[in-house]
Structure formats: C-alpha cells, structure tokens
C-alpha cells in the first residue's frame, strides 16, 4: 500500500491520497499503516451505508455501525502520534447534524452522504442501480428512464444547509464556536440515558468513549502534512531535460544511470504530460529515455503516450503499473554475460491494471505478469506462476516457459504461449479460457511479406489472423531489444508456430461475435 500511494502522490503530486476502510475490529492498527504509508486521508465507512447494487446479505451483514470503528481508528492514531498527520473521514449511515456532531466528539475531521443525499434529489431506494432500471433516473443510462429525473442541485444545498444548521445548534449547546474544536472531544458524549435502558445492561462503553490522552505535542486532528519524499525523485531531472517536449513537442533524448532507490521513474514526468496534453499524451517517442542500471519499485508506472524508456539492466516489481500509452523496453546491458531467456529481468506483478502502451522484455518476468491488464502489449520470455491473471483487454506473447494457474479470471484479451514441451495445458487454468491451435492461412502468409519494417500494424480482429499478430510482434520484440530467442524462432518460424497456443476467454469470444 506504500508504494501504491508513493506512485498515486508521484503521478499527481497536488492531489491528496485516500484510502477506505471498513468499520469492523481491528481498523485502528490498519488505519495507523495507512497513516504511515503516508495517505493524505482515511475513511472508516459503517455497515449501514452501501450501493443499491449490493446484496442485501452483504449490506445487512459485512462491517459493524461506524461509531466503533471510528473510535478505534482514532483513539489508536492519537496514541500512536499519528492523528495530525491524516484526515479520518466516517460514512455509512450519517443522516443527521446529531451524527455529524457525534462523529466529530468521536475523532472525524470529515463525513460522507451518499444514501440521503441521493434521496434528497429523488432516488426511492429500489435497489437496482446496477440494473439500469432506475424508475426515477438517478442510475439508468436509457434516455427515457433518465427524463424522469426529479432531482435540482437546489434540492442538495438545501438537504446540506439543514444538516450544516443542526450541526451548528448541536454545538451551540455544548459549547463550541469552531468545528475543530470539537473532534476528539469524546468526553462530552452523554451515554447516562442509553446506558441506563434494561437492553444495555451488561454492556461496557468505557473503551468506545475513552478520550486518549495525547503526549506532548502530539495533534488530535488532521493539522500536520505528510513527507512523500517527493523532493528526491529522478522525475525531477527528467522533467527539466524533457522541457522543450513539454512546451513545444519537441522531440528530446535524455541518458540517465537509475538505481533501485530510485522508485516509480517516469510518473511524475507523465503526470506532467497529462497536464498539458491529457490522455492523448504525445505522439509516439517524443521523449526516449536511456537508462541504465537497475530500477526501482513501479518502474515506468502510469507512464504516458509518447514516452519511451529503455533500460539496459533490469527492473523490480510493478513495472508499467497502470501503463497509459508509454513504451517500456527491458534488457541486459551488451556487456552482460548471462543469458538472458534464463534470467527473471523485471519483477513482478508486472503491469498491473496497464490500460493502453506497449512493453518489451528481453528476459523472464516474475509471478502475475500482466495481472489486470486492460489494454497494454507485452512480450516477455517467460513467466512466474499466476500470469495474466484477472486480465480483461490487451495482448500478451510468452516466448518461453510460463508457471502455473496461468489465465485465472482472464476475461477479455488474447495471449500466445510457446508451448514447446506440450505441458502448458496442466499449467493453464481453464475455468475461463479456452486453448486453440494457431494456422498461418495464405492472406496471413502474404501480410506477413508485406508488412515490414517499424509501421506495420497489428490486426484489428481479435479472432483472427493470429499467425500475422504473433509474428509482427516477435519481430518489433527483436528490433527493440535484440533478443537471440527472437531471431531464433522467426528463423525457425515454421517449426515453432505450431508450437504457440492461443488462450482465448470464452465469454470475451462471446462479446466479440455478437458485436455488429
């Protein structure tokens, strides 16, 4: 979770980071983790809260009421000095000023409405927001159901100023003039008349209202930022050598050395892409970086359209972390004697939930490669167990051998195995996919001889043409990093297609039939 919220910090440095958590035992020494990693923001959310798409089962039974949970989070932050450093936000069943002011004296800086807000601006609660059937237009994309849409933002300011106006009656009475004032202030919570009820018999609250006694200079609300660290990225040379690209789309070549303290290259630079050129980034290889070495954690994470990193060494986990259109290239330095098809290059889970971009391998890739992969391209040459899991668009080529419980969850996307011992059924788990053979036919044949050099295009049918897609993509496998493995089966093409499967989703094959 640290490095997940260093690469979100990384990307967009201005924005706060927040992490949700449920209310149940236990969520103040995770919520002191995710203070440490360095969130901006936690919220502790309730039992009573929950999308109209959930099972009943699940809202009426997963969490416990956000009273507890918040007292928890907040009593173990304070005793940690860790409080000052995060905001503590509570949902989940807030309705009412009186739950605002009982959540602030509990420890919350901030409160979350999602039902009764939804309510003030005409949903019915029919619970069926994920079936686009709202009969009131609120979750619905047909047209006609969204025309009965009742709600006005008026409806909302005002539902909000009502709850602002309790919040300020509720502490007038006990006595405060700002809201800060009153976070963390649980001793003015009288419990006499519940307590006393014949149910609460037996029941002990003293550690739910225990007010914790904070050491010197330790903070009881969110007033202090946190330190990302952000000073000491490599992104900021990169930034400054990739100006002219930056501000008039020049084309720059920058050389850098990267070590393995360097974490998440290339996100902060993307980030700045984003800014000015949004998700269309620049055009293709705009900015090229070469380095060399051996990177960090999150290597060329969300790494942006137009951006191209070639690294001469190899890398650690999440490489191309939500890769957005960048290029990654990984190999051996020319001067290294290992073999390279033998030896892990990139760490893993590898790619993890990459949406567009290509990658290229010249190596092994360790466990989960390309797990939640929605749209990148990568070759590798080999792979750890749980490859391409939960994957749903994209392509994979695995030139190599590949571990067990290959393909769990795949749902969309195509991948090519090199299947040279004929083992890779019993390692492929095929609750999902199905495993086909792949022909070169005369028009793939004559594309292949066609298409040459660096702007052949791969085909758009994902059902089809498999001999033409795996063979144009082994050959920029070859161009980008030399790979002997490469040249070897393009030399010996007509022996090894034969020995490369297809693993195809079967409800992915469904969708693509049926499209017009």
């Given amino acids: 979770m640290a490095q997940l919220i260093h690469d979100l910090k990384n990307v967009n440095p201005k924005a706060d980071i927040s992490v949700k958590l449920v209310s149940?035992?236990?969520?103040?020494?995770?919520?002191?983790?995710?203070?440490?990693?360095?969130?901006?923001?936690?919220?502790?959310?309730?039992?009573?809260?929950?999308?109209g798409a959930s099972p009943l089962t699940?809202?009426?039974?997963?969490?416990?009421?956000?009273?507890?949970?918040?007292?928890?989070?907040?009593?173990?932050?304070?005793?940690?000095?860790?409080?000052?450093?995060?905001?503590?936000?509570?949902?989940?069943?807030?309705?009412?000023?009186?739950?605002?002011?009982?959540?602030?004296?509990?420890?919350?800086?901030?409160?979350?409405?999602?039902?009764?807000?939804?309510?003030?601006?005409?949903?019915l609660m029919m619970r069926k927001c994920h079936?686009?059937?709202c009969p009131v237009g609120v979750a619905t994309q047909d047209e006609e159901l969204r025309k009965l849409f009742p709600g006005q933002p008026e409806h909302l300011v005002n539902f909000m100023l009502f709850i602002a106006e309790s919040v300020r009656e509720h502490m007038a009475k006990l006595g405060f003039r700002r809201f800060q004032d009153m976070i963390g202030q649980s001793d003015k919570l009288d419990m006499r008349k519940a307590i006393a009820h014949q149910k609460a018999r037996?029941?002990?609250y003293a550690?739910?209202?225990?007010?914790?006694?904070?050491?010197?200079?330790?903070?009881?609300?969110?007033?202090?930022?946190?330190?990302?660290?952000?000073?000491?990225?490599?992104?900021?040379?990169?930034i400054r050598q990739a100006r002219p690209a930056l501000e008039n789309g020049e084309k720059v070549r920058i050389e850098l050395p990267v070590k393995n303290i360097n974490r998440t290259v290339g996100a902060m630079l993307s980030g700045e892409v984003a800014k000015r050129y949004g998700h269309a980034g620049l055009p293709d290889d705009t900015i090229t970086i070469e380095a060399k070495g051996t990177g960090g954690q999150s290597f060329g994470a969300f790494l942006a359209h137009g951006i191209t990193i070639k690294l001469a060494g190899e890398t650690n986990d999440y490489v191309g972390k939500g890769l957005a259109g960048g290029k990654i290239i990984v190999a051996p330095p020319p001067e290294c004697a290992i073999v390279a098809e033998d030896n892990i290059v990139v760490g893993n889970t590898v790619l993890y939930g990459a949406t567009g971009g290509e990658c290229y391998f010249r190596g092994v890739g360790g466990e989960r490669f390309a797990v939640r992969n929605s749209g990148a391209i990568a070759i590798v040459e080999g792979?750890?167990?749980?490859?391409?899991?939960?994957?749903?668009?994209?392509?994979?080529?695995?030139?190599?051998?590949?571990?067990?419980?290959?393909?769990?969850?795949?749902?969309?996307?195509?991948?090519?195995?090199l299947d040279e011992k004929g083992d890779f059924d019993i390692r492929c788990n095929k609750a999902m996919v199905e495993l086909e053979k792949i022909a070169e036919d005369e028009a793939d044949r004559e594309a292949i001889q066609a298409a040459e050099g660096e702007g052949a295009e791969l085909p758009k049918d994902m059902l089809g043409h498999d001999a033409l897609r795996l063979k144009t993509l082994i050959e920029r496998h070859v161009r980008h990093t030399g790979s002997e493995r490469g040249?070897?089966?393009?030399?010996?093409?007509?022996?090894?297609?034969?020995?490369?499967?297809?693993?195809?989703?079967?409800?992915?094959?469904?969708?693509?039939?049926?499209?017009?």
């Fill in 487 to 516: 040249k070897m089966i393009l030399e010996r093409w007509g022996e090894f297609l034969p020995k490369f499967v297809k693993v195809m989703p079967t409800e992915y094959r469904r969708a693509l039939t049926e499209m017009p």
């Fill in 207 to 238: 550690r739910l209202l225990q007010k914790p006694e904070p050491g010197p200079g330790v903070a009881i609300r969110h007033c202090e930022p946190q330190d990302h660290g952000l000073e000491k990225a490599l992104d900021h040379e990169l």
């Fill in 131 to 133: 079936l686009n059937t």
């Fill in 383 to 417: 792979t750890g167990d749980h490859g391409c899991e939960y994957m749903t668009g994209g392509v994979v080529v695995v030139l190599g051998k590949s571990g067990r419980n290959f393909a769990a969850g795949m749902s969309g996307g195509i991948a090519y195995v």
């Fill in 58 to 123: 699940s809202t009426q039974n997963a969490g416990s009421h956000w009273e507890i949970g918040l007292a928890e989070t907040h009593q173990t932050l304070v005793r940690n000095a860790l409080r000052g450093r995060i905001a503590v936000q509570v949902d989940g069943g807030i309705r009412t000023g009186r739950d605002v002011v009982i959540g602030a004296l509990l420890g919350a800086d901030e409160f979350g409405f999602g039902t009764l807000a939804l309510i003030s601006v005409g949903c």
């Fill in 202 to 204: 037996g029941l002990d």
């Fill in 24 to 51: 149940e035992v236990g969520v103040g020494t995770v919520a002191a983790g995710v203070s440490k990693a360095h969130a901006e923001h936690v919220t502790i959310s309730g039992d009573e809260g929950g999308t």
